[in-house]
């Protein structure tokens, strides 16, 4: 069974830096396309960035709000996909979740449950 | 980045009527159009991908149609479950945006 499990979330301070953790297992997770999806409360759903396996050269893309801010990066020995963020804005504040994405139609196939980032002073 | 457009922004119905959402993106994608649902407090889940595939374990009655710039996505008889907000979402140049949502709610 697919599981990822975003940690790390909390309050931080404009300004303010903080890094997720997406634990995954079920599947092999150096094969996997990962993405980060945000939604502000009450919001609908952004994308923030995903990653290519290492194989395909393990290049990110990011969203135009977060790009020179968020850094996504992962480990495939510990089987976890990071959220590096810095220069935290409060606009910023939504629950980030961890994606799987398919490959070649790249939907978010399998989500996790969220780790909540609220960035208020 | 590809605007991606919902229609209409939020719907009530009642058990057992056919609903139909639509979702038009500012440029063509080709088929690269998957639709999420989401009931509150829970991560969204996969329904539709690549326009038209049904993912595994959603039921029959969800079914995606369209290509270039116009979906839909139809549920041919509501139940109960399927009262939730909609998102479509296209993945065919990043950043992968979605649609703004249809929340379809009991009549």
């Known amino acids: 069974e697919v599981q990822l499990v975003e940690s790390g979330g909390g309050l931080v301070k404009p300004g303010g830096s903080l890094r997720l953790s997406c634990a995954a297992s079920?599947?092999?997770?150096?094969?996997?396309?990962m993405s980060w999806v945000r939604q502000a409360p009450g919001k609908g759903l952004e994308w923030v960035g995903r990653?290519?396996?290492?194989?395909?050269?393990?290049?990110?893309d990011y969203a135009a709000p977060v790009k020179g801010r968020f850094t996504i990066s992962r480990d495939d020995s510990k089987n976890t996909l990071y959220l590096q963020m810095n220069s935290l804005k409060t606009e910023d504040t939504a629950l980030y979740y961890c994606?799987?994405?398919?490959?070649?139609?790249?939907?978010?196939?399998?989500w996790g449950q969220g780790t909540l980032v609220t960035v208020s002073s | 980045d590809i605007q991606m457009t919902q229609s209409p922004s939020s719907l009530s119905a009642s058990v057992r009527d056919r609903v139909t959402i639509t979702c038009r993106a500012s440029?063509?994608?080709?088929?690269?159009l998957n639709w999420y649902q989401q009931k509150p407090g829970k991560a969204p889940k996969l329904l539709i991908y690549a326009a038209s595939s049904l993912q595994s374990g959603v039921p029959s009655r969800f079914s995606g149609s369209g290509s270039g710039t116009d979906f839909t996505l139809t549920i041919s008889s509501l139940q109960p479950e399927d009262f939730a907000t909609y998102f479509c979402q296209q993945s065919y140049s990043t950043p992968y945006t979605f649609g703004q949502g249809t929340k379809l709610e009991i009549k």
């Open positions: 079920g599947f092999t997770f150096s094969n996997a396309w």
């Open positions: 990653i290519k396996r290492k194989t395909d050269g393990g290049t990110t």
């Open positions: 440029q063509s994608i080709t088929t690269y």
């Open positions: 994606t799987t994405l398919r490959y070649l139609d790249w939907a978010n196939d399998y």
